[in-house]
């Protein structure tokens, strides 16, 4: 192969990968936020009814206009929970509903005609919720125990038109109905034949569309992809499709940009990271995430408000920090370790935290912290500007790190009076040649009490 033919065979590479971000950019993502009921199923303490009345205008403002107010398809359901008395109190005060969601499960229509609603439905059109998520399952572990195939087959229509009968929907239209399969990666590997089957089925009904689940998050992203692929081909548009995936393998994120690459309209998910177990693809993460490749969709959300609202909501949800290293909304993935790592406005596929309402901050790390980050690290502890701390003190610093790695101490520099100590060790190295005005040196001084 020619030099020329190969240059043309790595732009007919990159090419494709450019047509999947020309995808991705155009794409107007469907959303359902779940930060009312998905954040706090993960969390150790989770929500009241004040927490819920301050966080639903918080998501309006953001720009969400679909939001799921809670889930009524739990166990023991005369054992009423938080969700409930939500949607009493929105009711009993006639807060507009337009746009919200609440989970169900379906009804079952017996052999004979009759049809027993689940009473989460009943409980829908007491709250008065005009949409709803309806939950199936599909495999056969999953619907063992709940019911068989051809009960499911036989119940799913009727339970939709209860729904349609018994609903007023947004501005006193039909219900939106999202169909969400709990099971659904595995029923698509298990049990084939009758996912597509009710998929087909799904096909001739009055709904919006289906959704699925990797509830453990174990799933690859290329698995997810070709799910949705199938699903795409017997629910052709209008119909959404959106999926939800959860954190166990590490690959959530990725399997939601998969989805959306394979047909996907979007995902639903809480605003937050946290989730029901260790996390999951969250709505926050992905807006992040198309705003990175220049989704001009996604500014009809509050892009500026985005790292702040999140975090909140996680410190509501968890009565306590954010996780440092956590991608996109931790305290770290903005805190440079190295001047080279800085994401600009100006560079492809850079995010800098501005964009999402945050801002960057340092983290000296003893291998790799250069001047920049040492100097900006002692103007967050100092308060004072980092043209204040000379170069060849910082150069010095960054020596001093080496040497005392070489003689096997390990030590925290990021720690204030550890970095302040540090400092004043590099100063009597370099004897001084640029010393302080007074202000600085009490400025330094000050710093160091505090730390201690």
Known sequence: MSSTQALD????????????????RAIEPY????????????????????????ILPKLREFGFQNISLGTLDYAIPDELEVDDDFMMYLRDNHVDLTGCFAFTAM?????????????SQLKLKAYGVPNTVHEIYLSKQGMQGVYDFETLRRSLPVSIRWLHDNLRGDHGGPPRILINIVDGC???????????????LLAQLPIEGMTFEDDRGTFLPFQVGAYVAVARSLLPPPFKILVHIHGGGGFENASVIEALLSGADGIWGGLPKRAAIIGHASIGELLANLSRIGNPHVQRYQMGELLPLATAFQWLDEKGPVPDDLPVLGHNAYRMTFSGFQQRRDRFMDLPPEAIGGRYGYRVCALISDPPVIAGRLAEVTGLPTDDFPDDVLQQMIRLMRRDLRTGRRIDYDKPDVLLELYARAKVFCGHHRPHTHATHHAIADASTEAK
């Open 107 to 119: 009804g079952i229509a017996a052999t004979d005609g009759s049809f027993t609603p689940d009473p």
């Open 31 to 54: 959303l359902i936020d779940l930060s009312l009921r998905e954040n706090p199923v993960g969390s150790n303490v989770g929500q009241t009814l004040r927490d819920k009345l301050g």
């Open 186 to 200: 595995d029923a698509f590997s298990s049990n084939l034949e009758q996912t597509c089957e009710i998929l087909a």
């Open 9 to 24: 065979h790595a732009r007919a590479i990159l090419a494709t990968a450019d047509a999947k971000l020309d995808k991705l």
